[in-house]
């Protein structure tokens, strides 16, 4: 008789996990370079007693959304795109990280960073190097910085992974990966622009409102199994009147 609100509490739990997910989602819809996520379910099959089976909901993994999000113009010399399936290298205290998130910055020594400060590795792992006496500087598809008389300075490091969804996220949309990168087979870098968000706010709400109809749904559920419950051993232990 409990087997009906185990299961409809298995599927609750991940309806909240789902929804928490979805609330990160919306929480980074204006967050450049943010991949959203998905709660992949699975069912879990249990056969305890007299041959019956048991289908349980468990929220087996999260997956990375890895589309691309739309191209938003900045006009900002340091803001820089990669499309395809590259990624930037940045330095942090903890290790090198990647992200999607080109909005870069010369720091007071003349490095190329993000917006918290770890500077951004150039293809030898060293921190790209910006002269400011040079006037704007060319950022081409390769990654290539240029004068604005061609002299080649730098080229900004790009890297991919073979499979993306290994990478876990490190806080201010970097990740960090369990794997090797590779060198990216279909990647270029767009100077003066940011990658958006892929997150669609209006289908993420969507979401959200079935998600919470699912869960009412489940919650009344479990209040009618526990009321015929309760009746039937309201009706177990009532004397019997016969003698």
Do not use: C, W
């Not at 007299?50 to 739309?70: N, Q, R, T």
């Not at 010399?77 to 909005?103: H, I, K, N, Q």
């Not at 960090?176 to 209006?202: F, K, M, T």
């Amino acid at each position: 008789m409990e087997a009906t609100s185990f299961i409809a509490l298995s599927r609750q739990s991940a309806l909240q996990r789902e929804m928490s997910t979805i609330a990160n989602n919306i929480a980074n819809v204006n967050t450049a370079g943010f991949k959203g996520q998905r709660v992949l379910f699975a069912e879990y099959l249990e056969e305890p007693r007299f041959g019956e089976k048991l289908s349980y909901v468990i929220d087996k993994a999260i997956a990375f959304d890895m589309s691309e999000g739309p191209l938003m113009v900045t006009a900002n010399d340091y803001d820089l795109t990669v499309s395809g399936d590259g990624y930037f290298v940045v330095e942090t205290p903890a290790g090198p990280r990647y992200t999607r998130t080109g909005s870069f910055k010369p720091n007071e020594a003349g490095e190329l960073v993000t917006t918290e400060g770890h500077a951004v590795l150039d293809a030898n792992n060293n921190p790209v190097s910006i002269p400011m006496d040079q006037g704007p500087l060319l950022i081409d598809e390769f990654g290539f910085i240029r004068t604005q008389d061609g002299a080649e300075i730098s080229q900004i490091q790009i890297v991919a992974f073979e499979n993306p969804q290994t990478l876990q996220r490190a806080g201010n949309n970097l990740f960090v990966s369990l794997e090797e990168p590779i060198e990216p087979q279909d990647s270029r870098v767009v100077q003066g622009a940011l990658e958006g968000s892929n997150v669609n706010a209006v289908g993420e709400i969507t979401r959200m409102i079935d998600i919470h109809r699912s869960y009412e749904r489940t919650s009344n559920l479990i209040q009618q199994e526990h009321d015929r419950m309760r009746e039937g051993i309201r009706r177990l232990g009532k004397p019997s009147s016969g003698a």
